[in-house]
């Protein structure tokens, strides 16, 4: 199996393009299809100050490295979730990641917030760790940039992130979550930083092997709350569907922004008339006090 572009041997077959290349080939073709999602999407330039979340996986680190790599200005946020051994490793890949390629980090630890990790807070407030932690995680993201002067917020969203979400979302017809949906998220209040996700026509095999082959060092271990996660069961139907008819996430993707996104315009429009400043905190939220605050106040309630 020989490179479509040279004569060295091809080290990945990608079905979705019917393209075999040889690593240096398959490395040049991500990060050219990462610069054309930014420009074709307007992401960001170069003016740009960029704040990458990064998780200590592939698709955070390969997203910091690539943009890095194409002159964008970026630093990376870790967030410290305060979940056993899963958070102690995957903050060692992150230091370590950037230490190697010299990339500045910014460390966050919610435990100086909360004075719990997630686990204990889900715990606490009978909740489950994946909706207190989404809370957290997005919410920190934005404040973290907007105080820091950062213009831009990216996360290492994929396209296997993405095509799964979507298919939830659409399997129960969740209005304003397609609404919302999207490579790139407009700033619509003061305080609240675009959002954008490069990665997002970049699937989960294409993003590991770009980071194996650049020997960027991501964290394996599986955080103890995904265990059982609806995404993961959508993620393996999906790659069911892929493998007898390839190219069907990136379709379905696509088309979604391309032509199935409008129909969901009045409720994007609702959502953005009912956004206004958390009555406690100031940041963006549609009820009185965001859920962010909700959760701060339950704690201190009690943890007493
Ligand atoms: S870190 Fe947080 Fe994930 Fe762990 S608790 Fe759930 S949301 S699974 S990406
Ligand atoms: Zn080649
Ligand atoms: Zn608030």
């Known amino acids: 199996m020989k490179c479509k572009f040279c004569d060295k041997p091809a080290?990945?077959?990608l079905r979705a393009y019917n393209l075999k290349l040889c690593g240096e080939h398959f490395t040049s073709f991500i990060e050219q299809r990462v610069e054309k999602t930014i420009k074709k999407y307007r992401l960001f330039t170069k003016n740009d100050r960029i704040l990458v979340g990064i998780s200590g996986g592939k698709d955070s680190?390969?997203?910091?490295?690539?943009?890095?790599?194409?002159?964008?200005?970026?630093?990376?946020?870790?967030?410290?979730?305060?979940?056993?051994?899963?958070?102690?490793?995957?903050?060692?890949k992150a230091i370590a990641f950037t230490e190697k390629f010299d990339i500045p980090i910014h460390i966050y630890e919610i435990k100086k917030d909360f004075g719990l990790g997630i686990t204990e807070i889900s715990m606490l407030l009978r909740r489950k760790p994946c909706s207190v932690c989404g809370v957290i995680k997005r919410y920190i993201l934005n404040k973290f940039a907007y105080e820091n002067g950062f213009t831009v917020l990216a996360t290492g969203h994929n396209l296997d992130d993405e095509v799964a979400t979507l298919f939830s979302n659409v399997l129960s017809w969740q209005e304003g979550y397609l609404a919302r949906q999207d490579i790139l998220l407009p700033r619509k209040h003061d305080k609240l930083v675009k959002k954008v996700k490069p990665l997002a026509l970049i699937s989960e095999k294409e993003s590991a092997a770009y980071a194996i082959l650049k020997q960027i060092d991501y964290i394996r271990e599986e955080c103890p709350n995904a265990k059982g996660a609806t995404s993961i069961f959508y993620?393996?139907?999906?790659?069911?569907?892929?493998?007898?008819?390839?190219?069907?996430?990136?379709?379905?993707?696509?088309?979604?922004?391309r032509r199935g996104k409008k129909f969901f315009e009045k409720a994007l429009k609702e959502r953005e008339d009912a956004l206004h400043s958390c009555k406690v905190c100031g940041y963006p939220t549609t009820r009185e006090v965001c859920q962010y605050c909700t959760i701060k106040n339950e704690v201190q309630k009690r943890s007493g």
Do not use: C, M
């Open 11 to 13: 080290v990945i077959k």
């Open 61 to 92: 680190l390969n997203t910091i490295y690539i943009l890095n790599k194409l002159g964008y200005k970026t630093e990376g946020l870790y967030i410290d979730l305060g979940i056993g051994d899963y958070s102690k490793h995957s903050k060692e």
């Open 235 to 257: 993620k393996n139907i999906l790659n069911q569907i892929e493998e007898k008819q390839p190219s069907t996430k990136l379709r379905f993707y696509l088309d979604f922004i």
